[in-house]
């Protein structure tokens, strides 16, 4: 059994086998899960998040799904205090809680902990938003290195959400995120962690994703995607901009083609896990795993 007092971390790329290994861990523990994916907070938007399903949820419990309408906005900083939550009241019905999710901001604000600032402020985010789009991320970065150097040495200039979050900080607060770091200004979850993550050889992972993405669209993600237009929501789906609803809108404007649609979603799909996988394969503190059965075999040999 897992160590208690270090929480589990199951993660890794989409479509490599998380949820699966979660669900075979909860045949034999006592476990509910804490999700960490930030399209699965997002309410109505099913079969193309891969969100669990009925059968999935009734096996065991998940937290932090469906927690926000399409396009609203979900930070890291709520997700601590929301997996905090949920982690704490796991814990008093004496089960086992275990965080599953391919999304590094929120994995990483979990286990290193987030820069607190009192809200954002949307303007600021919008015009830095525009600014990356006219100079580019080079530019960018080079201002984020005369902000805050530490910062911008420990983000790639092509990582746009962090160079963007770092220099709003500043624009909102007036200092430096590694200021706002070092005098304790920044929220922590109250929980240890041990990351176990499934980072599957590319052919491999590239095969699943096919795979899954010809799935969904078997479950109706078409179908999802009308009925959501259907009922107003065809530009909160837009600016919730995920792989697979994006497509699918252009298909229904008739700017793409069917085939081009299917084909695109399995493209942006494996570019999305190509980033995730140079994401995990950086984080010193993960144990990597080629595959579900040997990451669930070092999680059934953790001491208790």
Known sequence: ????????????????????????????????????????????LNIGTAKPTEEEQRTVAFHLLDLIEPGERYSAFRFIEDANTAI????????????????????????????????????????????MAEVGPEAMHERLKEIDPIEASRVHANNKVRVIRALEIFYMTGKAKTQLTATGTHRKSDYSYKTYCIVPQREVLYDAIDSRVDKMIAMGLFAETEQLIQRGWKEKIRLANIIGYNEILDFLDAKISLS?????????????????????????????????????????????
């Open 1 to 44: 059994m897992p160590d208690p007092r270090q929480i589990p971390i199951i993660c890794g790329p989409t479509a490599s086998g998380k949820t699966s290994l979660a669900l075979r861990l909860a045949q034999q523990l006592p476990i509910e899960i804490v999700s960490a994916d930030s399209r699965q907070v997002v309410k109505y």
């Open 88 to 131: 704490e009241g796991i814990l008093s019905r004496g089960h086992l809680p275990v965080v599953v999710g391919g999304t590094g901001l929120y994995l990483r604000a979990l286990t290193e902990g987030v820069v607190e600032i009192d809200a954002s402020d949307m303007a600021i985010r919008e015009h830095l938003e525009r600014e």
């Open 260 to 304: 081009e649609a299917v084909s695109l979603i399995k493209q942006n799909s494996r570019r999305y896990a190509k980033r995730q996988m140079t994401w995990f394969r950086h984080q010193t503190k993960a144990t990597l795993y080629a595959d579900v059965d040997s990451a669930l075999k070092d999680l059934q040999c953790r001491p208790s």
